[in-house]
């Protein structure tokens, strides 16, 4: 007689209720606060400028993806850290968020030119900037490489029980790579101190979101792992760091991680080499004219009686600190050839 099949178990049923984070709101900034938020942005919009200068003259090798459009996000965001606990990790367009965690110009230019004085020693160059003094991790040029990284980051923040969260920060290309879920699935079921932060500036390489991804509204991404998440006017600094107090607050109380979703945009090409061919030039301007990051803090300052002659003195200061770090970058010496053979395993043998 044949034996009758095993019964499958019912699936079970949907959690009833499941808790969901708060809404986040706008960050409500003092004036003094507005005016940092200013500074910080427009040093990242500055020493880009000046960084596309350099490789245009060709004192700036390899790759070089700038961050210019897309300050608010990092700004925003890190401006909500603990700088003596919680980590940073993000992919190759990773200078404005080194700049926003106070990171010197100088030695962020001097590694983009390769020089010994640079912060991974002229090894690096625009795409492998780290700096553990600060807790950050890079830097990374795989595609979606630093997500599982930022995973571990996070695994060791609660294994070492410090309170400390990982930032990781990733783009809408790599929102559709496997390790990113296989990270997320890790993170939940460990309930791991992490907020994931998609930096959707809409066009990944050059193909924009909606093409390329069969569910465009990236914030939904981890609901098969129960990971929630919010979906953020990145081109608003005040927005982005509402989101960064609400998430942190939800990770920090042992939730498990969370997903940012910043809509942002980027007015340059997806790298230096990048002619952005594949959207038009009135679509780039009518989002400079409609949603500016840097333009919109400026009338929130205005608003606050801040005048365009307060403003001057910051422009003028800020260019003085971009125009000496490219000075310094240029004039550094090279690292040493004998410098191929270190920091190539963590001892020496």
């Known amino acids: 007689m044949a034996k009758a099949p095993a019964r499958i178990p019912a699936a079970e049923p949907p959690i009833p209720n499941r808790e969901r984070p708060s809404e986040p709101k706008p960050f409500e900034a003092t004036k003094e606060q507005l005016l940092q938020f200013y500074k910080d942005m427009l040093l990242i919009r500055r020493f880009e400028e000046k960084a596309g200068q350099l490789y245009g003259l060709g004192l700036i090798g390899g790759f070089c993806h700038l961050y210019i459009g897309q300050e608010a996000v990092a700004v925003g965001l890190q401006s909500a850290l603990d700088g003596d606990k919680d980590s940073v990790i993000t992919g190759y367009r990773d200078h404005g968020h080194m700049l926003a965690y106070g990171i010197d110009p100088k030695v962020i230019m001097a590694e983009l030119t390769g020089r010994a004085a640079g912060i991974?020693?002229?090894?690096?160059g625009s795409m492998h900037m780290f700096s553990t003094e600060h807790k950050f991790y890079g830097g990374h040029g795989i595609v979606g490489a630093q997500v599982s990284l930022g995973a571990g980051l996070a695994f060791k923040h609660k294994y070492a029980g410090d309170g400390g969260v990982t930032l990781a920060y990733f783009g809408d290309g790599a929102a559709n790579q496997g390790q990113v879920y296989e990270a997320f699935n890790m993170a939940e079921l460990w309930k791991l101190p992490i907020i994931f932060v998609i930096e959707n500036n809409q066009y990944a390489m050059g193909t924009s979101v909606n093409r390329a991804s069969s569910e465009d509204q990236l914030y939904r991404r981890g609901e098969s792992f129960r990971i929630p998440g919010i979906q953020v006017d990145g081109m608003d600094v005040l927005a982005s760091r509402g989101a960064a107090e609400t998430a942190l607050e939800w990770v920090r109380a042992g939730k498990g991680p969370?997903?940012?979703e910043m809509k942002t945009y980027r007015y340059r090409g997806h790298s230096m080499s990048d002619p952005a061919k594949y959207r038009s030039r009135d679509e780039v301007q009518a989002v400079r004219d409609k949603s500016d990051p840097i333009e919109h803090v400026k009338?929130?300052?205005?608003?606050q009686g801040v005048t365009e002659?307060?403003?001057?003195?910051i422009e003028q200061d800020i260019r003085r600190v971009v125009n000496e770090a490219a000075d310094f970058a240029e004039n550094a010496p090279e690292p040493n050839p004998q410098e191929l053979y270190t920091d190539v395993l963590v001892e020496s043998y």
Request: aromatic share 0%; proline share 6%; hydrophobic share 45%.
């Open 120 to 124: 991974s020693r002229g090894k690096g």
């Open 258 to 260: 969370i997903i940012l």
């Open 299 to 303: 009338k929130l300052l205005e608003a």
């Open 309 to 313: 002659a307060d403003l001057k003195p």
